[in-house]
């Protein structure tokens, strides 16, 4: 391509240097063997003639650069030739950077070696878009493409921005001039009007060289996602009604139908909901994999065959296994997360957990199992709440410790305690022979339930145990199981499935712990009762309007009817009246699901606890500086510059002291997080923190009565228009223990703002 370049040239780099190719080109640093060929047919191409200069037309990209993964490549099982020599083709990335590689190699005698050398990847014409890690509905971005142009000559470059998922005010196409060796900006308006995936492709073209890149970045909703679920069973037929608000468009809901051909198969989407939940604290690691261990024995037992978890369990099992591990303490015992204190609860609950893997075949360390068992049973005695006493109880007994002399001590302190506690108790009393002791808590808790419709429920006192125990879901669950053990043939058994299924949230219940309890007890029930697997044929029809004929004849049980997504057109504001008429034999379950967008103009007043959102502009000063309020503008609108430092400082009112707390805190999309910056005095238990691309995410393990105070910085840095959502906490076992603050919108000007 130049004329020191001939059709086969052969080298040996010693130092750093460069080959120059149309489009790409790599730096090599070290001594690497180089061949190039190139054919007489493709020289004839190039835009060289003899050293003359022949102006083209502009030089289309070979291809959009959208692959920029985080490692080149990898592989650990490289075998060479006796000389020592091996080739691998290998793909260069879209990424230009600098790539560092790595080789390590290991002779049969036991002999290692092991060298490195860096390479950088490169073009002569570079698109670059500066973009934030995602957008909100509403946001309006000022996108920029820088262009750097490492040819010889200046270039007159035509720069084109494509948006999809977006709207482009103006021209999307302009025309500038960059120089030899250097750059510049091209600039879009950019205007984000509904969620889903934003895809932004930026070309540039010269007459000698270009580029064009593509990047894509989620657009996420302006609002709270807001879930309205009827579930229920029929044998023959089942009407219900789904509203949907006057607010709220038809086009813009969605309405899911889910029939499923047993109670066992319905448990399904919820062990995908723990599957893919995005947290990882203690809780949340054994209730992953505890339900699905439990689940998969039962499903054999009922030849129900689901390929996905089948496929997942153990590796699922394992991961979970790995991570508790690592989240135990050096006591022996685990809290909610790595970096707090044991707990009575968190440990409990992990070797409950850990003797179910066992018994199922997965393989747990016994040291671990161990250690946790011996932190409860030196727990136990120093322990002075009774509720938490019977769950370290029903866990030692779970793991095999002789625990019979303790269960007639709690049996006598039965009054003091609550329907949890009374269920575990009962289950222990009935299992080690006590069947009269088990017998009358079946009756205290049979006179302690409540009707709810066609079914029965059990709830716990208020602020018991810092609302740890205060989820109907999770204690109804607790109370089905022990009925199950002691009086399987109970009326409330059948009532307390009727709840369990009422109160499902779509996938799922409230939280992966009631979730998990939900699914246990189901599970239980299902080996008690059986489970059908008789073919039916059912009409589904939506205000008297045919949606689908669904026939199901299976020798084996699968999750294989297809979700139905009631026709927006079929749909009105107001009720909406589902009918499901079935004929054949057995039972059949159904879930259906309204899903919409609720706007989230919050005014901070929404919720139990109290949450507020400060802004403040850290400007340079002596010592670690000094702090300037930002002085909203009306309707709430807060600017900034580029390059500014910002403080947000959340505040958190707390009527009574909880435990288990969850505080979210969305950031503007023009913002990236700074420092981390906690108040000293902040009085609660801090377990975890996580810094995610769209918010930060604090978890509490104990949040004392009063004013709470935690604060961060963000640093402002693509200027636009953009709204950040309102913060949030919440009890993470405890529905509606919740609080927001206000949203608020956010201007980032640049530095020195002149005209666009």
């Known amino acids: ?61 070979e291809s959009i650069r959208e692959s920029f993964p985080d490692t080149w490549y990898f592989n650990p099982n490289i075998v060479t030739d006796v000389k020592g020599t091996a080739k691998i083709n290998v793909k260069v990335p879209d990424s230009l950077t600098t790539w560092r590689i790595t080789g390590k190699c290991i002779t049969k005698s036991s002999q290692v070696g092991q060298e490195t050398a860096s390479v950088i990847s490169s073009r002569y014409l570079i698109a670059r878009l500066i973009l934030p890690r995602f957008l909100i509905e509403q946001d309006v971005v000022y996108v920029k493409g820088i262009i750097h142009n490492n040819l010889q000559t200046d270039k007159d470059v035509a720069v084109e921005l494509i948006a999809d998922g977006a709207e482009i005010v103006g021209d999307n196409q302009k025309e500038i001039n960059v120089p030899a060796g250097g750059s510049e900006v091209a600039e879009w308006k950019v205007k984000v009007s509904k969620m889903g995936t934003g895809i932004f492709t930026l070309k540039a073209l010269t007459d000698e060289a270009s580029d064009a890149v593509k990047i894509k970045l989620p657009i996420l ?16 037929k089942a009407e219900f009604s789904i509203k949907i608000p006057e607010t709220v468009l038809p086009q813009d809901a969605e309405v899911r139908l889910s029939v499923y051909p047993s109670l066992a198969v319905s448990i399904l989407p919820a062990l995908d909901y723990l599957i893919d939940y995005p947290y990882g604290c203690t809780e949340q690691t054994m209730s992953r994999f505890l339900p699905a261990v439990i689940a998969s024995q039962t499903f054999r037992q009922f030849n129900v065959k689901d390929s996905k978890l089948e496929s997942s369990l153990p590796k699922m099992v394992k991961t979970g296994l790995d991570n508790l591990y690592s989240l135990k303490h050096s006591d022996g015992g685990w809290g909610w997360w790595k970096d707090d204190c044991s707990t009575a609860e968190m440990t409990s609950y992990v070797v409950y957990g850990l003797v179910k893997a066992k018994d199922a075949g997965y393989p747990a360390w016994e040291s671990a199992l161990g250690q946790g068992t011996k932190w409860l049973i ?3 005695g120093k322990e002075k709440d009774l509720n938490v006493k019977t769950q370290i109880l029903y866990a030692l007994y779970t793991a095999g410790e002789n625990c019979r002399n303790q269960l007639p001590v709690l049996f006598s ?10 269920a575990l108790l009962g289950m222990m009393l009935n299992d080690s022979g006590m069947k009269d002791k088990a017998l009358e808590i079946a009756g205290i808790l049979e006179k302690a339930k409540n009707g709810f419709g066609e079914s029965c429920y059990w709830h716990n006192k ?26 399987p043939d109970n009326p409330v058994c059948r009532l307390a499935v009727r709840y369990l299924m009422y109160m499902r949230g779509g996938n799922s219940w409230f939280s992966t ?18 489970d059908n697997n008789a073919p039916f044929e059912a009409v589904v029809k939506v205000n008297g309007m045919e949606v689908r004929r669904i026939k199901y004849n299976s020798d084996t049980i699968s999750p294989g009817i297809p979700d139905i997504v009631l026709p927006p057109e079929m749909l009105g504001k107001g009720d909406n009246l589902i009918s499901i008429e079935k004929t054949g034999g057995g039972r059949i379950y159904y879930n259906t699901v309204l899903s919409y967008f609720k706007d989230r103009t919050s005014n901070g007043k929404n919720g139990i606890i109290g949450v507020s959102r400060e802004y403040y502009l850290v400007k340079p000063g002596s010592g670690k500086g000094f702090i300037e ?34 505080i979210e805190d969305p950031k503007p999309a023009g913002c990236e997080h700074d420092k981390l910056d906690f108040i000293p005095y902040f009085p609660g238990v801090y377990s975890h923190f996580e810094k995610r691309d769209e918010k930060n995410i604090w978890f509490i393990s104990y949040l004392p009565k009063g004013i709470n105070e935690v604060s961060y910085r963000l640093r402002a840095e693509i200027p636009g228009e953009f709204k950040a959502l309102p913060a949030r906490a919440e009890l993470m076992y405890c529905p509606g223990i919740t609080g927001e603050s206000a949203c608020t919108d956010m ?10």
Not at 413 to 422: A, F, W
Not at 464 to 487: M, S, Y
Not at 629 to 642: C, I
Not at 747 to 756: A, G, L, M, S
């Open 513 to 530: 712990k009631d979730t998990t309890a939900a699914i246990c007890a189901l599970i239980d029930y299902c080996k008690y009762v059986g």
């Open 629 to 662: 309020k930002l002085v909203p503008l009306k309707n709430g609108v807060v600017k900034v510059s580029v390059n500014d430092t910002i403080l947000v400082k959340l505040k958190i009112y707390a009527k009574c002291s909880y435990r288990f707390v969850s």
């Open 1 to 61: 391509y130049k004329q020191d370049l001939y059709d086969r040239h052969e080298s040996n780099v010693e130092s750093s240097g460069s080959h120059n190719f149309p489009g790409s080109y790599l730096y090599y640093l070290g001594k690497i063997n180089l061949i190039f060929y190139v054919p007489d047919k493709e020289r004839r191409k190039t835009n060289y003639e003899m050293g003359k200069y022949c102006p083209p037309k502009k030089v289309i990209p």
């Open 462 to 487: 208020k602020e018991q145990n810092g609302f740890w125990d205060d989820n109907t879901v999770e204690t109804t669950a607790l109370v089905l199981r022990a009925f199950l053990k002691i009086q």
């Open 378 to 380: 030196q727990s136990f």
């Open 413 to 422: 302190k039965r009054n003091k305690l609550n329907n949890n506690s009374l």
């Open 747 to 756: 201007i980032i000007e640049e530095q020195n703002k002149t005209t666009r």
């Open 221 to 236: 909703p302006s609002g709270t996602k807001i879930k309205c679920a009827v579930s229920g069973e029929t044998t023959d």
